[in-house]
């Protein structure tokens, strides 16, 4: 029964009982009144609802579907987000079968004889849209696993770590109408030193090169890309320094690069990074009367550290077939504690100095073959703690029978001038280590490329 025969007989219920209980003699008269008021009412109610044809929603819901469309905004912001999440898990065996079950040299794989979750991460992204009328956009990722508490955060490095690990990256960003366009983000973004990046669906092999681990994985500040032509983009960033979401100095870094594209197929980065990430103050306990952060307390370093770094990095990839990808990067690194001698201080540089090749290679829609071969001069111990030549040789077979799923089977050989791996007597260390790993990657979200 609908809304209108409802009220039509509820009111002429209620109205002929109460002139039954009433008990007056013109009863006969008075129905007539009550039909002649009745019909009226019809009348007005017809007035007042909308017509609804044959086969549409009842009125209420026609008023919402109404609403929406007068309303476009919720389906334009749900159109324009992608919500994309990734799990990457492993299981890895050293066939050095070190002590404590630790691979060396590693931060995603890091454990052998282990199923490791190496990273679980969740993206929230809505890009710039020029053509569109919308300049601006944000991106969130938010991650956990071994890998962000590797990779995320060091007390060493910041002050506190803690608050800022599982937010990999935050930043909105503006896109100015200058030439073809110049894109200012804010916030904090993943390092692009290296050829190689966070997720690995993305990459050409299970593991990381010692470059990925050497090289910065973060920087916080304001960076700028200017699109000068469809083949050539500047960058510039101002940070507050390496893998340092707060500074621990008054100093900015800077870094200076571009990208060139002169083929549809061919793609070169440079990039020149310079800054200071020696610290000017200490931890002390909290009751010292300098509080800078809640919970923490300092006191400067005096003298403090001021030597520089400076990072070449240079990479370079070529798709060379459409089955065939080839990738190049050479990186050179230089840092000092102190910028001049003095009393008690050496200001003799340490150095990084090397570079890495890749392959990859599509035999069918469905398998991979990646290779990766690697040498790293560490001079001063800046990235092992250890003057030493490191090399490395990676092979990785893929198996993707579906987008959003990826099976990896990985084998790998480090080795080095020096003894730098668990073996498994305690203390008695080896100058290679083998380790073969089979890596799952799921994914899933509606963000296109590489995320």
Not at 21 to 39: C, G, H, K
Not at 208 to 216: D, G, V
Not at 424 to 451: C, D, F, H, P
Request: with cysteine; aromatic share 14%.
């Amino acid at each position: 029964m609908d809304f209108r025969r409802s009220l039509y007989v509820g009111v002429i219920v209620f109205c002929y009982g109460r002139e039954l209980s009433a008990q007056r003699p013109n009863l006969q008269d008075r129905v007539a009144q009550l039909e002649a008021e009745v019909a009226e009412l019809k009348a007005i109610v017809k007035a007042l609802q909308p017509a609804v044809p044959s086969g549409e929603a009842p009125p209420a819901q026609t008023a919402n579907r109404v609403a929406q469309e007068e309303d476009p905004t919720t389906i334009d912001f749900l159109k324009d987000t992608t919500i994309n999440l990734n799990l990457d898990a492993y299981y890895a065996w050293n066939f050095n079968r070190p002590v404590g079950r630790v691979n060396l040299l590693r931060a995603d794989d890091v454990l052998s004889n282990n199923f490791g979750l190496n990273q679980a991460g969740v993206i929230f992204e809505r890009a710039p849209n020029p053509p569109a009328g919308r300049r601006f956009g944000a991106r969130v990722d938010l991650q956990f696993g071994q890998a962000t508490e590797t990779l995320q955060g060091n007390p060493s490095n910041e002050p506190r770590p803690q608050v800022y690990r599982n937010i990999f990256q935050a930043y909105g960003t503006y896109v100015f109408p200058v030439g073809k366009g110049l894109t200012v983000d804010f916030g904090k973004w993943a390092g692009a030193l290296s050829i190689e990046g966070n997720y690995t669906k993305d990459q050409m092999n299970y593991s990381r090169s010692f470059y990925f681990y050497y090289l910065p994985f973060y920087h916080s500040g304001v960076r700028a890309t200017f699109q000068v032509n469809d083949k050539f983009a500047l960058n510039y960033w101002l940070t507050n320094g390496v893998n340092q979401t707060e500074t621990v100095n008054g100093y900015k870094d800077e870094m200076f690069g571009f990208i060139l594209k002169p083929k549809k197929n061919v793609t070169w980065t440079q990039n020149y990074y310079f800054g200071q990430e020696g610290a000017d103050r200490e931890a002390v306990p909290p009751t010292s009367p300098i509080p800078v952060q809640p919970g923490l307390s300092f006191k400067a370093i005096q003298p403090a550290p001021d030597g520089k770094l400076h990072i070449f990095d240079s990479y370079m990839t070529w798709q060379s077939t459409p089955r065939l990808t080839v990738a190049l990067e050479g990186d050179y690194v230089v840092q000092r504690l102190w910028e001049h001698d003095g009393p008690g201080r050496s200001s003799a540089p340490s150095h990084v100095v090397g570079g890495v090749a890749y392959l990859r290679y599509q035999f069918t829609p469905n398998w991979f073959l990646g290779g990766r071969t690697e040498y790293l001069s560490d001079r001063g111990g800046l990235f092992s703690g250890l003057t030493q030549a490191l090399k490395e040789n990676t092979v990785t077979l893929d198996y993707t029978p579906r987008e959003g799923l990826m099976m990896r089977s990985e084998w790998r050989r480090d080795s080095s001038n020096q003894p730098s791996f668990l073996g498994q007597s305690q203390g008695v260390l080896r100058k290679s280590q083998n380790t073969a790993t089979v890596g799952l990657i799921w994914w899933w979200g509606r963000k296109e490329g590489a995320w």
